[in-house]
């Protein structure tokens, strides 16, 4: 067949929310810097996270340029982190050449440090060949679906990279398993818990790496508010609320067929809403409630939903409230509330352009802080992760025990939905996360 591998990262809106409440407005920029990179890598090597390799790497290229600004007055020069040399680097095997791999994923490679792109995969040959000239693949080196298990004889691949619809992740990623790759696999995970389930033995079985690319937990902002969450700088936690939306097109596309999707924008739009209330509260919900809405006049939607609603509830008391539409224009957005404060982002879950915005009572009044970080490039900075697990032999932040407990609820929200019912959810029957990956420094 061909490449129609998914597009479920999907581009940010630039609207932003306002608070009329807001007494006071303040804005700070906060600059991200490429040299920051690498000293927080040095401090994740002496903690023992999944950064550890960095710092040899860092130190064996780090270039060191003396100062010719008066560093108590000016603003401080960055020169950009030390690069591991292209042969040192781990190199990737893109299985599925869509929009997804061509847009984001193959000009992401080319901003890495640790990461090349060294093989293809792809049921097009003809475009391949195109992709690969453009990134200095060998031709022996590209490959379709049939010929897949020929990268176990390619010593430049140490990871796969599985950019499918999402009813193939788990085929490709028990066939890269076998022939002894670790595996970076698109979200959502698969499309059962099954299915999660047999990624996850199958890549133990083999002694390899497995990580689902939810590129949200390595955007500086959302890392942010983790941090603020743990330093209870929001107070008590009560709820989230969160939307993804879009008006889809072409009904013939594969994310419209429920074999392919596993369902509608639940799966692909909304389960960025779900990971969010999980990972920016640090806890596991434990009963969903949900409705579905499907119309009966419209072809795009003959075998999934057009829209879904759904509310989380959470053992400390925190409610989630989120909803995913294919039928609506362009929406990304998030809000957690807690007694002490509120955190926000609006622009949300978008490659780019995204924003933030945080209240708290200061001084005796309510002041609204908006911030702002330089641009980065989201995978990259998940790309170079999974390299840095494979360099060091660490279990990645997001490991498939995250795309299991993910789909875990996703199939308690549709069961909800055909039922009518509160559906309870057991608690993950271990971790879902690895260590954090290495903290910005802004």
């Given at each position: 067949m061909r490449d129609s591998p998914p597009d479920n990262d999907c581009p940010s809106n630039d609207s932003n929310a306002r608070d009329d409440e807001s007494v006071e407005s303040s804005?700070?920029?906060?600059?991200?810097?490429?040299g920051t990179g690498l000293a927080a890598a040095v401090a994740a090597a002496a903690s023992g996270t999944a950064w550890a390799a960095g710092p040899s790497i860092a130190e064996q290229n780090a270039v060191k340029l003396s100062l010719i600004q008066d560093p108590d007055t000016e603003q401080k020069e960055e020169t950009p982190d030390a690069n591991a040399a292209p042969s040192d680097r781990i190199g990737y095997a893109i299985v599925g050449l869509g929009r997804l791999s061509l847009n984001q994923i193959l000009p992401a490679l080319a901003q890495c440090?640790?990461?090349?792109?060294?093989?293809?995969?792809?049921?097009?040959?003809?475009?391949?060949?195109?992709?690969?000239?453009?990134?200095?693949?060998?031709?022996?080196?590209?490959?379709?679906?049939?010929?897949?298990?020929?990268?176990?004889?390619?010593p430049r691949v140490q990871v796969v990279y599985i950019v499918l619809p999402n009813g193939m992740h788990a085929e490709f990623t028990v066939r890269a398993a076998r022939i002894g790759k670790h595996v970076l696999c698109e979200k959502p995970m698969a499309n059962s818990v099954a299915e999660c389930q047999s990624m996850i033995?199958?890549?133990?079985?083999?002694?390899?790496?497995?990580?689902?690319?939810?590129?949200?937990?390595?955007?500086?902002?959302?890392?942010?508010?983790?941090?603020?969450?743990?330093?209870?700088?929001?107070?008590?936690l009560s709820e989230f609320i969160a939307g993804n939306s879009q008006n889809v097109g072409d009904p013939t596309q594969w994310r419209l067929k429920k074999a392919l999707a596993g369902g509608g924008p639940l799966p692909d739009v909304g389960i960025y809403c779900l990971n969010a209330a999980r990972f920016l509260t640090g806890e596991e919900p434990n009963e969903a409630i949900a409705t579905v809405y499907r119309p009966d006049d419209d072809p795009r939607f003959k075998e999934v939903e057009q829209s879904v609603h759904f509310v989380l509830r959470f053992p400390s008391g925190i409610t989630a409230t989120c909803m995913a539409s294919y039928g609506s224009h362009e929406s990304r957005f998030f809000r957690l509330q807690g007694s002490q404060g509120w955190a926000e982002m609006n622009p949300a879950f978008g490659y780019n352009a995204l924003s933030m915005r945080h209240g708290m009572r200061v001084d005796g009044k309510n002041a609204t802080t908006e911030i702002t970080v330089d641009p980065t490039n989201q995978f990259?900075?998940?790309?170079?992760?999974?390299?840095?697990?494979?360099?060091?032999?660490?279990?990645?932040?997001?490991?498939?025990?995250?795309?299991?407990?993910?789909?875990?609820?996703?199939?308690?929200?549709?069961?909800?939905?055909?039922?009518?019912?509160?559906?309870?959810?057991?608690?993950?029957?271990?971790?879902?996360?690895?260590?954090?990956?290495?903290?910005?420094?802004?």
């Open positions: 804005r700070r920029s906060f600059l991200q810097r490429s440090k640790y990461s090349r792109v060294t093989a293809l995969v792809s049921g097009d040959r003809d475009k391949a060949l195109k992709i690969a000239r453009q990134y200095g693949v060998p031709e022996r080196d590209v490959h379709d679906y049939s010929t897949f298990e020929r990268l176990a004889n390619n033995d199958a890549c133990q079985q083999a002694q390899k790496l497995l990580m689902i690319a939810y590129r949200s937990q390595y955007e500086a902002m959302d890392r942010m508010i983790v941090k603020m969450v743990r330093e209870k700088k929001l107070g008590t990259a900075h998940e790309i170079d992760h999974m390299s840095q697990c494979v360099l060091s032999d660490t279990r990645p932040h997001t490991p498939g025990e995250e795309g299991l407990q993910d789909q875990r609820v996703v199939e308690a929200i549709y069961k909800s939905a055909r039922t009518g019912r509160p559906v309870q959810i057991a608690p993950p029957v271990t971790s879902t996360r690895g260590a954090d990956p290495a903290e910005e420094v802004f």
